[in-house]
């Protein structure tokens, strides 16, 4: 009985022995079947290889190395598809593995792909198990997006740096995050003293970049140097995910050019006007209305608006005026040459004044919507006695 019971209880053990590895097994296909779904689904090229040759690749990676299979692939040495010059680097890589689940840092490196081109990648590898062999699963990054994507940052980072305008950018709440070489010249401000200050603070002006965007991403308006002062500048603001960049166009030395522009046309002798081809006096200097008789102070008429409306008449006699648009016409289509002779009637006294007029247009290749200049000097009678009498 102790034997019998013996034996039975040593069957039992067996039995459930047997059972136990049978549970096993099925684990261990099921786990493998798992992994082997997670590498074919994975978005990375998954390369392994055994000996030196490819033993499996993923539908990924035999996309990225351009076969039109993975039995084409299969078999081949790696060395087949990784670049001479990056061949070394490989080995050692794998070569500092020494016990199973081992893993080599990233490093890049390049593939040959069966198409003849080449591709950046980023490789790790890990030392594991394949059907019962040592292995080496490789995992391959396509770096292609990522340096299109750095070269494009380091353009785009260069232009910041090289722009004569100042690129600021700064968070949702206006705190100066980025201050290029141009903001620091403009504002006369360092970045380490701009960074992580109020915008504001860094242009000495109220700026409130999400207010610029609402009223239209464009603002004219004055700003201060970090020793005080003042900056005409012209401010464009974009919100970014991140929060907004802004563009400040230091527009102090065209304001001074403006300026000093305006003090010489104003202290010529001779009268200038510029109309527009709608016939708008768009210009008038001083002197061109004390020669046709304008008095600047005259409250019922806009001195620019009636330079248009005095009538003018050629050397002729003819009128060529008081009709602006007529006026720009015959000045665009007849192209008078400098040295013409006009009569104009003063409107203070009636009287007829003869001009010497030189007549240009502003823009020669875009004839049909060019403003005309008109520079003339007064001279002391008609060369055609009587013409306008």
Not at 28 to 50: A, E, S, T
Not at 255 to 267: D, H, K, P, T, Y
């Amino acid at each position: 009985m102790i034997r019998d019971t013996h034996n039975n209880e040593l069957e039992v053990q067996v039995c459930n022995t047997t059972y136990a590895a049978d549970d096993t097994d099925i684990q261990r296909q099921l786990f493998d079947q798992h992994y082997r779904q997670l590498l074919d689904h994975c978005p990375d090229v998954i390369l392994v290889h055994v000996n030196g040759r490819l033993v499996y690749v993923n539908p990924t990676g035999t996309k990225t190395l351009a076969a039109a299979s993975q039995d084409e692939l299969l078999g081949r040495r790696i060395t087949e598809l990784v670049h001479p010059e990056s061949v070394p680097d490989m080995m050692a890589r794998i070569g500092s593995l020494r016990e199973l689940g081992d893993t080599s840092n990233p490093a890049q490196e390049t593939l040959l792909l069966l198409d003849g081109n080449a591709l950046e990648v980023e490789a790790t590898s890990v030392l594991t198990v394949w059907n019962g062999n040592l292995a080496y699963l490789v995992v391959l990054r396509d770096l292609s997006r990522q340096k299109a994507a750095e070269k494009a940052l380091r353009y785009q980072a260069a232009l910041v740096n090289h722009v004569s305008d100042a690129v600021i950018a700064t968070t949702h709440t206006g705190i100066v995050t980025s201050w290029n070489p141009a903001a620091e010249a403009i504002y006369r401000r360092p970045a380490a003293d701009a960074l992580a200050r109020p915008v504001s603070e860094a242009v000495g002006a109220p700026l409130y970049p999400h207010e610029v965007v609402a009223d239209g991403g464009l603002l004219h308006t004055t700003h201060r140097t970090s020793d005080g002062a003042a900056l005409a500048v012209q401010v464009a603001v974009t919100a970014m995910d991140s929060g907004f960049v802004l563009v400040c166009s230091d527009e102090s030395v065209w304001c001074r050019a403006e300026q000093m522009f305006q003090s010489v046309i104003s202290s010529l002798v001779e009268g200038v006007v510029v109309l527009s081809p709608d016939g708008d006096a768009e210009l008038v200097n001083p002197a061109a209305l004390r020669i046709l008789g304008i008095d600047s102070s005259d409250s019922l008429y806009d001195p620019a608006t009636r330079v248009v409306k005095i009538p003018i008449y050629d050397h002729q006699g003819r009128a060529v005026g008081p009709d602006p648009v007529a006026l720009i016409e015959i000045l665009r289509t007849q192209g008078i040459d400098s040295g013409s002779i006009f009569a104009v009637e003063r409107p203070s006294d009636g009287k007829l004044t003869w001009v010497s007029a030189n007549i240009q247009l502003l823009e020669p290749d875009y004839p049909q919507t060019s403003s005309v200049l008109i520079c003339f000097r007064e001279i002391d009678r008609s060369p055609v006695a009587g013409a306008c009498s």
